[in-house]
């Protein structure tokens, strides 16, 4: 339900309404005070259009003036949107966001204010319909206008355009009858509703586990019952099926309910089986929704009609007035967390939300973060469990390729014994993935002549030579130049030689031993967006493609019957780099893409091509011991100090100038906090020592779990003031270490 608007104080309307706070998306310390011109009537959450020296703002009305400016000095608000206000729980949350990860609140308001154009009520459009009148004696009714008044008797009103072409005549025809009365036009408010899903359709009949864990989310929505909720099953358990059982109990109370998915996850499959489920597809939020699709979204969601929206972690920042519950789905995925601008965890800000507005929250996994284990184990989250793949289809078996000793031919990458499974799979009829998380041809391209290795010109970073595209890539800032024939530092012809596989490379000797597959070959630069997504799961249902190349976009839960092999051909690739969820991560990823092999009857074989089968990675999937690998892997976190028994926060400096960037760093370094439990640790020039052209230093600041952390860092960076071309960057509860 939209808010009440009346329930918010509102000033007054005569001259001398008092001045207020408007926030503004922009990097400002706080909000700025506004008068309130005669005539005009604001209330708290109400988007305004304000000046700011030489430039117009959209804004939001904060609150009561801070009255820091005098009022007969302060600037007017110069109009009010005819939008529903930004509810008073979202206020507070980009408040709360702001504070968590130490940005500025109009950084975050930012995000809240994705769809500007939304801000204005569509336009209405005109419907036409026959009127009251009867038709008068002298008119002349000619053959063209009997056949318009023939269409529109007793019909509802339409487009012009529409019953023009129904009658077969010209859209003057249907003007004239206008003009002489006899059809009326009929303003419609310009968007219509979004389609509203039916929570009474039967789903499927759940298994006695299934329908314990969905009576127990069930319950918590109706009684709104705040809390988080881990929903943890194996993939193919049914979670999904679970979790739409939590949401027909929040569109059966009323309430709003929101679906975060890492975005490449949101396939065609998703949204079919929402619509199988609830009649009606939700409504979507993610970067490939057009421009109109999203005003429409927005004000749907603004304006309580969108019941249900699933999207990517920005539609976290949409302005629900009643939202009732929040499924993060595969929570542990790295994709929920926004790496630019404000720096945030989309799990753990929904976690945020939900407890600020007191409903519950999903998160649903097959293989959980450590962070969501331990909040279970320590009582702050719930936990409910699907044990079994749905209709006792097995998960697949794991093997090892010990690369030592099975080894690849020179420049080839897959293992004889690899090679020979995939034979035999062909064979059979079914079909084959080969997972490189490594997108491109080569990942490095070195002389032979002289060793010189391709570098970007601007980061501290190799180029990726895509040989389909014929060009070299820097995968950090986008850069790319053609392939060269030359070596750039010896200027010799032809010695360039590529280092390592990428997909690209791993499709080339593919193609060579098994000529007669069709292959497809699929990176996150080939394949952008749920659609693409969608169409690829098409082919490969439809047993259109025999081996499947790709990185880790096609580990996402896509249902694959005829898969029945999956070989991994780097399975350490992700455990190097000195990162302190390098384990946990190449685990959720390899459980992944184990998990496309043998979802249907079918059981699958999964091979991993290592060179340290027994690393305890290798060994928990083998053994398929999630449970014993996240123990031993808490055990490791809680002996170093680190999260999630400890909190960590990064602060990265960045500039073009490298005597600015050092001068900042010595200047943070010389007033860094000086706690007992405290460890600032740098700075250091980060891994990735030059990103764009900018020189980048690192702080990890290390602190005990109860230390108020945001509070210290905010004290640290209040006390310097850095030169003007630097650049501070606050990453709390950092995933990334470069
Ligand atoms: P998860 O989300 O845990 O990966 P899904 O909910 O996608 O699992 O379920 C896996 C497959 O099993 C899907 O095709 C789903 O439709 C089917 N499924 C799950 N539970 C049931 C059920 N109770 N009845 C019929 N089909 C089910
Ligand atoms: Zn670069």
């Known amino acids: 339900m939209p808010p009440d608007r009346a329930s918010e104080p509102r000033g007054a309307p005569d001259e001398g309404a ?26 708290p959450g109400d988007y305004v259009v304000v000046p700011l020296g030489g430039a117009r703002h959209v804004g939001v009305v904060w609150g009561a003036a801070e009255g820091a400016v005098e009022a007969r000095r302060l600037r007017p608000i110069e109009r009010r949107f005819d939008a529903p206000p930004m509810p008073e729980e979202h206020r507070r949350f980009v408040e709360r966001v702001a504070a968590y990860t130490v ?48 269409v529109l008797e007793g019909g509802p009103a339409r487009p012009l355009a529409e019953i023009a072409r129904e009658a077969g005549v010209g859209a003057a025809v249907v003007r004239g009858l206008a003009d002489a009365g006899l059809v009326e036009a009929v303003p419609v408010p310009g968007d219509r509703p979004p389609p509203v899903p039916d929570w009474s359709r039967p789903g499927p009949v759940l298994s ?9 989310l069930a319950a918590r929505v109706r009684e709104r019952r705040p809390g988080t909720v881990l929903l943890d099953g194996v993939t193919g358990s049914g979670k999904t099926e679970v979790y739409f059982e939590a949401i027909a109990a929040c569109l059966k109370a009323g309430r709003q309910a929101l679906v975060l998915v890492p975005e490449i996850a949101l396939t065609g499959q998703w949204l079919g089986r929402f619509e199988r489920r609830f009649g009606v597809p939700p409504v979507e939020w993610h970067s490939e929704v057009s421009s109109g699709d999203r005003r429409r979204a927005w004000r749907a969601i603004a304006t309580g009609t969108a019941r249900v929206v699933v999207g990517a972690r920005s539609a976290l920042f949409l302005p629900y007035p009643d939202l009732g519950l929040i499924v993060v789905d595969e929570e542990h995925d790295g994709a929920f967390k926004q790496e630019d601008g404000v720096v945030y965890h989309g799990r753990d800000m929904a976690v945020l939300r939900g407890h600020l507005a007191g409903f519950p929250v999903v998160l649903a996994s097959a293989t959980p973060s450590l962070e969501t284990v331990v909040n279970v184990e320590a009582g702050r989250y719930g936990m409910l469990h699907l044990p079994d793949r749905h209709g006792g289809a097995s998960l697949p078996e794991i093997r090892m390729i010990d690369l030592r000793s099975d080894r690849p031919e020179r420049q080839r990458w897959m293992a004889p014994t690899l090679v020979r499974a995939v034979g035999e799979t062909l064979a059979a009829g ?68 590529a280092c390592g596989p990428g997909v690209e490379r791993l499709a ?16 996150s630069d080939t394949l952008t967006g749920p659609r693409a997504v969608e169409a690829l799961v098409g082919r490969v249902a439809r047993h259109e493609v025999d081996i499947l190349i790709g990185t880790q976009v096609v580990a996402k839960g896509h249902h694959f019957p005829m898969l029945t092999l999956v070989g991994v051909i780097d399975a350490d690739l992700g455990l190097h780099g000195g990162d302190l969820r390098a384990g946990e991560r190449t685990f959720q990823l390899l459980s992944q893409v184990a ?38 892997e808490a055990e490791g976190r809680r002996q170093a100090r680190m999260p999630p028994f400890a909190r960590l926060a990064a602060l990265i400096l960045s500039s073009p100038s490298v005597p600015d960037v050092d001068r900042a760093a010595t200047m943070l370094a010389r007033t860094a906090p000086a706690e007992p439990d405290l460890q600032v640790l740098g700075p250091a020039p980060a891994p ?7 020189h980048r230093r690192r702080f990890l600041v290390n602190a005990p779990r109860q230390a108020p952390l945001q509070a210290i860092l905010r004290d640290w960076l209040g006390r310097v003031r850095l030169p003007g071309s630097v650049r501070c960057q606050v990453d709390v509860d950092p995933y990334g270490f470069l």
Do not use: I
């Not at 080339?508 to 990176?523: K, Q, S, T």
């Open 688 to 694: 990735l020592a030059v990103l764009r052209g900018r």
């Open 595 to 632: 998990g496309r092999a043998g979802r249907a009857e079918r059981p699958g074989v999964v091979y991993l091509q290592t060179l340290d089968p027994g690393h305890p990675v290798m060994q928990a999937l083998a053994k398929g011991d999630r449970d014993g690998f996240l123990a031993a």
């Open 18 to 43: 008092p001045p207020v706070a408007v926030l503004l998306p922009l990097p400002l310390a706080g909000a700025y005070d506004y008068a309130v011109p005669a005539g005009l009537t604001v209330g």
């Open 103 to 150: 940005s500025l609140p109009g950084a975050v308001l930012r995000l809240a204010l994705g769809a500007t154009a939304a801000l204005d009520p569509a336009p209405p459009t005109l419907l036409h319909r026959r009127s009251a009148l009867p038709v008068p004696a002298g008119l002349r009714l000619t053959p063209a206008r009997r056949q318009v008044l023939a």
């Open 208 to 216: 006695a586990e299934q329908a314990a864990a969905a009576a127990d």
């Open 508 to 523: 080339e000797e593919v193609a060579a031993r098994f000529p007669a597959a069709r292959v497809e070959l699929v990176a």
């Open 430 to 497: 079914e079909q084959a993935l080969l997972f490189l998380n490594r997108r491109g041809y080569a990942p490095l391209t070195l002389c032979r002549a002289c060793g010189h290795r391709l570098e970007c010109p601007s980061c501290t970073a190799w180029l990726v030579e895509h040989r389909l595209a014929g060009r070299l890539q820097c995968h950090h800032c986008g850069f790319t130049t053609p392939l060269p024939r030359q070596c750039p530092a010896c200027g010799e012809t032809d010695t360039l030689a």
